[in-house]
């Protein structure tokens, strides 16, 4: 295996096995969990400028509790977390994600979860799958790593294959730098020192290329992959040529245009680049489905599929 290291710097000690954070249920303000109850359900015009007003993301009072999720889902959450604070007022995360990966997947199905945070899309492809299928889910980042075990654990689905480890186009060892304490967003982590400050903590971790890791951990087949790597996406796809040649999956991928410029990249070459293995790339979150022609400049997650997408 090829070997990839990154240049010594101060490391953050962590246990790389720690248990499973604990939330307490039922904490918070009533009126907040009133709230909630009710933006979960409803989140006309102006619904974002109010929630953020009496409880924004990063608060120093947060609730934590557990919520309904997706088909019969739970989900525990501590609003101190952004996608957790999200996932309380609005009951989804990427919710355009969600509701294919739902249509996509059917048991005994197989699929990777790339940048899993706290399991919002594991717990599903878990849910599709079964323990008839496979999902591999990969979150290098300790705090969001023990909180995917214990929603894994929470909706039953142990058999999901959980490491605490990063993907790109080597396998080795990196050194991933954490997300800001100050904003609380644990989906702020990444490979890349600039993407999320260079003053935050550090922690070294297992870095894998896909191919290399399907090669000594084989799968017999491969539906879909989501691949939400805070700017290693590219680097990610390179690691994956011989994965994405010989089972052809659907790839879920964000494209954040500051993180990819910063590496010479744009949207096209993504679609150029699936473009040479016969896939289409698609525009998926926001505004009617439509195929990818052009630079598009808001970063959203796209979905590349070997198959046209029905209309």
């Known amino acids: 295996m090829s070997q990839v290291r990154v240049p010594a710097r101060e490391l953050t000690p962590f246990p790389m096995n720690q248990a499973a954070p604990q939330p ?23 619904t974002d400028r109010l929630v953020r007003l009496v409880h924004p993301p990063g608060n120093s009072q947060p609730v934590r509790t557990i919520v309904d999720y997706d088909d019969g889902l739970k989900m525990h959450v501590d609003t101190h977390s952004f996608c957790e604070w999200y996932i309380f007022f609005y009951g989804h995360f990427r919710p355009r994600v969600s509701e294919l990966l739902n249509k996509m997947l059917k048991p005994g199905d197989v699929a990777i979860d790339i940048g899993a945070n706290i399991g919002m899309h594991s717990v599903i492809m878990g849910n599709r799958c079964g323990p008839t299928g496979r999902v591999i889910s990969f979150e290098p980042d300790p705090h969001p ?6 929603n894994l654990k929470l909706n039953g689905l142990d058999f999901v294959d959980t490491r605490q480890a990063a993907l790109s186009s080597q396998t080795g060892k990196t050194t991933f730098y954490l997300h800001d304490d100050t904003i609380g967003n644990y989906a702020n982590a990444s490979l890349h ?56 999956p659907k790839i879920f991928f964000l494209y954040e245009p500051s993180y990819w410029h910063r590496q010479g990249r744009n949207l096209m070459d993504a679609v150029k680049f699936f473009d040479g293995y016969g896939y289409k790339t698609y525009a998926i979150e926001f505004g009617p489905r439509r195929l990818v022609t052009e630079e598009i400049d808001m970063g959203q997650v796209f979905l590349a599929t070997p198959e046209p997408l029905p209309a």
């Open 145 to 150: 790593h023990a909180r995917l075990r214990a």
């Open 193 to 248: 020192a600039e993407n999320v400050g260079r003053n935050t903590r550090a922690v070294e971790v297992d870095l894998y290329a896909l191919d290399e890791f399907l090669t000594a951990n084989p799968v017999p087949k491969l539906d879909v992959i989501k691949l939400l790597a805070q700017g290693e996406e590219w680097g990610v796809l390179q690691g994956a040529l011989k994965t994405i040649e010989k089972f052809r």
């Open 24 to 46: 307490t249920p039922e904490t918070g303000s009533p009126l907040v969990r009133t709230l909630a109850q009710i933006t979960r359900r409803f989140h006309p015009k102006g």
